[in-house]
């Protein structure tokens, strides 16, 4: 079955950074694109980047463009959030997931906490 694992989420000040991880396993992992999304409290699920199943293109929110770096090493079946420059508005669960529209694919995992707090 399809399962993807966050990791890497923590407290951090303003102006710091975290590296997310997303393990994923069950599936053909180079050939799917993966995303990473958020969810502050209180508000609705964003999609924050994606990256292509071969990791050639990319795309960010405009609220993390400049700030937020994905990446994927197929080899090891992981896709990562490099967070820079960190703001207390990206405080949010962050969770990734596969492009696919299979039902396999559409449960969410647990996600990882991100806090941005001084």
């Known amino acids: 079955q399809v399962q993807l694992v966050e990791s890497g989420g923590g407290l951090v000040q303003p102006g710091g950074s975290l590296r997310l991880s997303c393990t994923a396993s069950?599936?053909?992992?180079?050939?799917?694109?993966m995303r990473w999304y958020r969810q502050p409290p209180g508000k609705e699920r964003e999609l924050v980047a994606h990256?292509?199943?071969?990791?050639?293109?990319?795309t960010y929110a405009d609220s993390v463009k400049g700030r937020f770096t994905i990446s994927r090493d197929n080899a090891k079946n992981t896709v990562s959030l490099q967070m820079n420059s960190l703001k207390p508005e990206d405080t949010a669960v962050y969770y990734c997931?596969?492009?696919?529209?299979?039902?396999?694919?559409?449960?969410w995992g647990q996600g990882t906490q991100v806090t941005v707090s001084s």
């Open positions: 997931k596969a492009v696919s529209p299979l039902p396999r694919f559409a449960s």
């Open positions: 069950g599936f053909t992992f180079s050939s799917y694109g």
């Open positions: 990256v292509s199943p071969l990791g050639i293109s990319t």
